[in-house]
């Protein structure tokens, strides 16, 4: 059984020497599949909900390839890998529709903390209870996907201490989301929220993962995990997805993976405990990702995430395997010998590259990178 996947992709557009510079009005009007963020330099596109792997390669790679083409009649502009606004920008607000309210509310409140590049993964689930069983046990690793995707470690031009920039700054909303312990559950708590304020509407949850849908919170049909940066390998991408979909049919076929099942916390204060650590070890895997020492969620114990990663991989791997995806989860080996695009991009600084430097030569990989798997694998991609 494979589970439908789709992904929302967002990505700064700039100059080829890593300035950032938006454009995202413009896209908009011109391209279909592509969204306006509330700041003009970066912009998101969906990709359809399909199950085979295959074509989700191609789905991520097409938009990127009709958006650098539509960048070519505005000038020397490209797209720009990174999750944050790594070599400037990041002391103004450019607004991408001064007349959205919503919009003005997210400049005002939050700043250029928002303003930042990832990627959300949906997997579908239709039966809502399943997909909170799934939520929690994703929400309690979580942490994982982010130690494998960390990809901002710049801001500003500045090494910021931090693998993952977008992570330690994004303003999680509102500061306390509980493990939901049922759809109605769910459904209780968003009214509770948008009524005192704590949330502008339904799409005003932003923590690492939630339950998504047409007609949220009454009607759901997927899981979102947001907490990832943006990985601009396609590659890397689906083999992170396999890990999460091999995770979640685990979850489907084994009802024991509900944390709230466990028993290292009390019941009474289960949920809030579990909650505790997630929200710990995410801080922790957004400073040092496959390095950052984590605690299990089953028994406490402290590991690395790439130790973690390691072990989750021999266990999803026959799962992954029985349903036809086992090879797209080898590129997680890749990963962790080689280290996420933050390790390597920080290694590279270490040798004496500047962030600009680094940004320039990453770009030009990006674009190379694209145009060779846009050739072998999705031709013709531009009409």
Known sequence: MLLSKGFEVEMYTGTPQGDIVGFSDQIVAELDSFVREPDNRNVEYTTPPLSCYDRLLCDLIRPRQQLRAYLKTLGDYTLIPGSTLS????????????????HGYIEQTYGTTVVTASIHINIGISDPETLMRACRLVRVEAPLFLALSAASPFLDSKVTGQHSTRWSVFPKTPVHVPLFESHRHYIQWTEAQIEAGTMQNVRHLWSSVRPNGDRRPYNLNRLELRICDLMTDPIALLAVTALLEARILQCIEDPSLDPLSISLFPSNSRSQDLVAIADANEMSAAKSS???????????HILSARDWIEQLYQEVLPTAKKNGFGCFLLPLRKILRDGNEAQRWLSLYQQGLSPRQIFVQAIQDLEEQERELASKLCHPLVA
């Open 87 to 102: 070599l400037g920008g990041s002391d103004r607000f450019y607004r991408s529709d001064p007349a959205n309210p919503y």
């Open 290 to 300: 496959l390095d950052a020492p984590l605690r299990h969620w089953r028994d406490g």
